[in-house]
């Protein structure tokens, strides 16, 4: 059982909007950051999205995070084939003093 | 560029141990933390902890503590995660990383699996 809950799994068709969603508590996301990574298996993971809403270089602005108290989201615009992978958000949990993924959301493309 | 490049992959027995190596180059060595991400067979990603390039201090997550070993040989800019008394619930994946920032790793090894069976 992960601290971070995230469904798992989602889809959606090419070219439509599609929210992934990632809930924690006051000791993780509601006192830190949030990243979100992509995970193709077989692949080495990729950041995606760092300290809530940025993007590093190289990830499409269809990527985009946000946080609202407790609670995460990564939207992906203009779904694309090549988004079919599994997502995983990440934050600092303050009373495990420890890093802590989600169970991640696997994204299918329709 | 900036590359992270691990050992390949092992089938160890139970209570045998085991040693990655995450060998980096294209930046400096001591400017990023190393970290070490797990991920089980069916199961998701899993922060083990990190290690500070510029002290060699560990830092380990919770269940990663007793059998599991982070260190650093500097002068061939490389981290290690050392396994020891093995059982079969250390079959994974393992991906060493660089951060940037806590938990916000931009560069990432291409993995190593890690089998242990009978």
């Known amino acids: 059982q992960s601290v971070l809950t995230q469904p798992p799994s989602a889809s959606g068709t090419p070219g439509q909007r599609v929210t992934l969603s990632c809930s924690g508590s006051?000791?993780?996301?509601?006192?830190?950051?949030v990243n979100w990574y992509q995970h193709v298996p077989g692949t080495a993971p990729r950041l995606l999205i760092y300290?809530?809403?940025q993007r590093p270089s190289g990830v499409p602005d269809r990527f985009s995070g946000s946080k609202s108290g407790s609670s995460a989201s990564l939207a992906i615009s203009g779904l694309q084939s090549e988004d079919e992978a599994d997502y995983y958000c990440v934050a600092w949990d303050a009373s495990l003093v420890s890093g802590v993924f989600g169970g991640g959301t696997k994204l299918t493309v329709l | 560029q900036v590359q992270l490049v691990q050992s390949g992959s092992e089938l160890k027995k139970p209570g045998a141990s085991v040693m990655i190596s995450c060998a980096t180059s294209?930046?400096?060595?001591?400017?990023?933390?190393l970290n070490w991400v797990r991920q089980a067979p069916g199961q998701g990603l899993e922060w083990m902890g990190y290690?500070?390039?510029?002290?060699?201090?560990?830092t380990y997550a919770q269940g990663f503590t007793g059998r599991f070993v982070l260190s650093l040989d500097t002068s061939v800019n490389t981290a290690y995660l050392q396994i020891t008394d093995l059982e079969a619930a250390d079959t994974a994946m393992y991906y060493c990383a660089r951060d940037l920032q806590q938990l916000v790793f931009d560069h990432w090894g291409q993995g190593t699996l890690i089998t242990v069976s009978s």
């Open positions: 290690i500070n390039t510029i002290t060699g201090n560990p």
């Open positions: 006051s000791s993780n996301i509601g006192s830190h950051v």
């Open positions: 294209g930046y400096r060595f001591t400017s990023h933390s």
């Open positions: 300290n809530n809403s």
